[in-house]
């Protein structure tokens, strides 16, 4: 069975691809690949090494060979024109008055298709723009709406925590993502400290989610009653890490819980985590590509 391999292209674009003719290759160099109704070219990220399982109708293609001098020397060429094509496009785009904004353009490594990629508030009618666009370039052409999410996959960069965007760097896919998984974790629901480069909420907002959750099922709300040895107080805060809450009484003591000694009391309302878990997957941000994205191409 031959090996599997990551390919990453422009765009932080990923797929899976067979060394089905066995070629000796090496990790971030160029390859050359089958693609559709040719060739594309993309860079060799790693071996996989567990077994993976695909659809019939996404078995991957096969790497064609390593990339040659003259095979790295037509990327270097197609990059070029892309940067070139912009000004073309944006001037087509503003004679035909679409509202849309163009967000990259991608060459197939053997010029067969030439695919730009857009943003747009509502559904584009771009047959036009097309047209002239295949006039121009003499090639198959494709428009690609994408999201805000998609498009900051494609331009890449840097989050808050300072490390590689989530997107640009390893998801594969965009989980729905709601304010909800913010209430969960007590995090601020400031939208300046809880939204990505794109403007939706954190791809991460959902990592611990679940931990959440499930470690919180046991805690009153912060604000609740609850009563202690020493009296009834309101619990003040919650440290999930070391496993406690701190219960303010009513003369200002406050009295450290841990939690395996957290009884269970009568609730004064339904838990923000009971909530959450009942209605998880009801309360969703629209995530990935927009309902109106669409591609066209001729």
């Excluded at 559904?123 to 002239?132: C, E, N, Q």
């Excluded at 611990?208 to 609740?224: S, W």
């Excluded at 805060?237 to 000694?261: A, Q, T, W």
Aim: glycine share 6%; hydrophobic share 30%; proline share 2%.
């Amino acid at each position: 069975m031959p090996d599997i391999y990551l390919i990453e292209f422009k765009g932080n674009r990923r797929e899976f691809f067979y060394n089905t003719f066995y070629h000796s290759l090496r990790l971030d160099d160029f390859v050359i690949v089958e693609a559709d109704r040719g060739e594309d070219a993309g860079v060799l990220k790693r071996k996989v090494e567990k077994e993976i399982t695909f659809p019939d109708d996404e078995k991957p293609r096969s790497i064609l060979r390593p990339a040659s001098k003259e095979d790295r020397e037509k990327i270097g060429i197609n990059r070029s024109d892309e940067d070139a094509a912009w000004e073309t496009a944006n001037n087509l785009i503003g004679k035909h008055k679409l509202q849309m904004k163009l967000v990259d353009i991608e060459y197939q490594f053997d010029r067969n298709k030439l695919t730009f990629y857009f943003t747009a508030d509502h559904r584009v009618d771009f047959r036009a723009l097309v047209r002239d666009l295949a006039a121009v370039h003499r090639t198959r052409i494709e428009l690609r709406q994408i999201g805000v999410r998609d498009e900051a996959k494609r331009l890449g960069g840097f989050g808050v925590c300072g490390l590689r965007l989530c997107c640009a760097a390893h998801l594969r896919q965009f989980d729905p993502i709601s304010t909800q998984d913010a209430r969960v974790q007590g995090l601020s629901l400031n939208p300046s400290k809880i939204s990505g480069n794109c403007g939706r909420l954190l791809c991460c907002l959902k990592y611990e989610t679940d931990y959440y959750a499930k470690v919180r099922e046991k805690y009153p709300e912060i604000g609740e009653k609850y009563s202690t040895v020493k009296g009834q107080g309101l619990v003040d805060r919650i440290n999930i890490f070391e496993d406690y809450m701190v219960v303010k009484l009513e003369s200002g003591e406050e009295v450290k819980i841990h939690g395996r000694d957290i009884k269970k009391q009568q609730r004064s309302h339904t838990s923000v985590f009971k909530k959450w878990l009942d209605t998880k997957g009801k309360d969703k941000e629209q995530t990935g590509e927009d309902e109106n994205c669409e591609s066209r191409s001729t």
